[in-house]
C-alpha cells in the first residue's frame, strides 16, 4: 500500500510542476514502483520488460512500428527520458511475415540517460 501512496503523491507533484521544466514529464512511478540499477552510464529498471508490437508492408516498417509503440507506452507510463528504445538494454525482437505484410513484437527494460 505504501508504493501506491507514494506513486499517488508522485504523480500529484508531476503534475504541479509546470510544462517547460524538465521535471514535468517524469511520473516518478518508474522510481516508485520498481528497483533501479546503473548500467553503462545509464539508469534502468531491473528486470523489468516492456512490450511493443507493430505491424506494415516491411519488416523494417513493422519493427519501426513496434519500437513507437514501446517508446509511447513507456514514456507515457515513466516520463520520457525513459521512453527512448536507443537507450533500452536486453532488447529482443520477434517479427513474422503475413500475407499482406510483417509484424513485429520488441521487449526492452526501460533506461534512462541520466
Known amino acids: ?5 507514494a506513486v499517488c503523491a508522485s504523480l500529484a507533484i508531476a503534475g504541479s510542476v509546470s ?8 511520473t516518478g512511478v518508474a522510481q516508485a514502483l ?3 540499477q546503473r548500467v553503462g552510464g ?3 529498471l531491473v528486470d523489468h520488460y ?6 506494415g508492408p ?29 537507450l533500452a538494454r536486453a532488447k529482443s ?5 503475413s500475407g499482406s505484410g510483417w509484424s513485429c513484437d520488441i521487449s526492452a527494460i526501460p533506461c534512462r540517460g541520466w
Request: with cysteine; net charge positive.
Open 34 to 36: 520498481h528497483s533501479l
Open 50 to 55: 516492456h512490450d511493443g508490437s507493430g505491424s
Open 19 to 26: 510544462a517547460g521544466s524538465a521535471v514535468a514529464s517524469e
Open 1 to 5: 500500500m505504501n508504493k501506491l501512496v
Open 58 to 86: 516491411t519488416r523494417g516498417a513493422a519493427t519501426a512500428a513496434a519500437v513507437s509503440a514501446w517508446s509511447g507506452f513507456t514514456a507515457w507510463e515513466y516520463g520520457s527520458s525513459w521512453g527512448r528504445y536507443g
Open 42 to 44: 545509464r539508469t534502468c
Open 93 to 97: 525482437v520477434s517479427c513474422s511475415r
